[in-house]
């Protein structure tokens, strides 16, 4: 595997990717040549040929202790959710690494986690990297990340959300490497792998003939595969950009557009829809705020992607099924 320059990428670290598209991602590098050292609290098992280092990410002491004098070409942060973690990483890695690439997420868009409008944000036009600006954005480390009291008094939704944006805030402001972070959009596909149930919901209901709930007015979404997202990780680490970029397939699906897509795959009826009032009570995917992404920022730096209803009849017909 090479970087942008021509150089060999030799030793890459990822800190996480202990399932779903991040175990995708070990195997991808490991089976491209890369020498790849996974960092996880023992969770599970790293894949044959690779290295294992047992570590807490949020003990800084036995973090250092752990990694002792190894270097890497670039690490890939799969489960930075916080910028007390951030901090921690960007102190550990500091002289270890020149690259840094974060897995971050199309939630730091969400209209919902913000108080008021958010910054740049247009009601109908898809979503660029502009809209959140790590270099500017505010950083509370002293707050209480890490407290169920907190995250309750935030909502899960608002606690993700506000600490990826803070995460990416605290490797972009004064940084001690080339930091990249890539905000995903919602990941489908991998069958059983995938693990939070989302696509096999529609699944279910179109096969049950249960009615999908949906918001009165709906806004649509955008939405990658799990092999697509997998590529474009392994893009960003050989790549030179810094900044946040979003990764998304070409269009954008509604919660029913989305059933229906999904019946026409299993041959099933149409599927019929009922209204809810409360937020909490939808389908997920489901959304009455308009915040899909725009990529076009990764077209011009060389990545080509998909449409989303190309692969989606295959993520579909494998609902389920373990790989």
Not at 178 to 186: C, G, Y
Not at 296 to 317: D, H, V
Request: with cysteine.
């Amino acid at each position: 595997m090479r970087d942008s320059t021509g150089d060999v990428l030799r030793n890459v670290c990822v800190i996480g990717g202990s399932r779903y598209f991040g175990k995708r991602l070990i195997l991808r590098l490991r089976d491209e040549g890369v020498d790849v050292t996974v960092i996880n609290r023992g969770s599970s098992p790293a894949p044959p040929g690779v290295t294992h280092i047992v570590a807490d990410r949020d003990d800084e002491a036995a973090l250092e202790a752990a990694l002792g004098d190894r270097r890497f070409d670039v690490v890939i942060d799969q489960i930075c959710y916080t910028p007390r973690q951030a901090a921690i990483a960007k102190r550990v890695f500091r002289d270890r690494t020149e690259r840094y690439v974060m897995t971050s997420t199309m939630e730091v868009y969400d209209p919902a986690t913000f108080d008021g409008v958010p910054p740049a944000h247009h009601a109908h036009r898809p979503v660029g990297e502009g809209a959140v600006d790590p270099g500017t954005w505010p950083v509370g480390l002293e707050l209480p990340w890490g407290e169920e009291s907190f995250r309750q008094q935030l909502g899960d939704a608002r606690h993700y959300a506000e600490g990826k944006r803070q995460a990416e805030a605290v490797f972009s402001q004064d940084p001690a490497f080339a930091f990249a972070s890539v905000r995903s959009a919602h990941v489908l596909g991998g069958g059983a792998e995938e693990f939070t149930g989302r696509l096999d919901h529609y699944v279910d209901r179109v096969r049950t003939g249960r009615p999908v709930v949906v918001h009165p007015t709906e806004h649509p979404s955008t939405f990658i595969h799990d092999r697509e997202i997998t590529e474009f990780l392994f893009w960003a680490a050989g790549a030179d950009f810094t900044g946040p970029v979003n990764a998304n397939s070409h269009g954008e699906l509604t919660a029913t557009e989305l059933s229906e897509l999904v019946a026409a795959q299993l041959g099933a009826e149409r599927p019929t829809f009922t209204h809810a009032d409360k937020r909490d009570d939808v389908s997920p995917f489901s959304f009455d705020r308009y915040y899909a992404m725009d990529n076009a920022r990764a077209t011009a730096l060389g990545f080509t992607f998909s449409t989303t209803t190309e692969w989606l009849p295959g993520a579909i017909a494998e609902t389920g099924i373990q790989e």
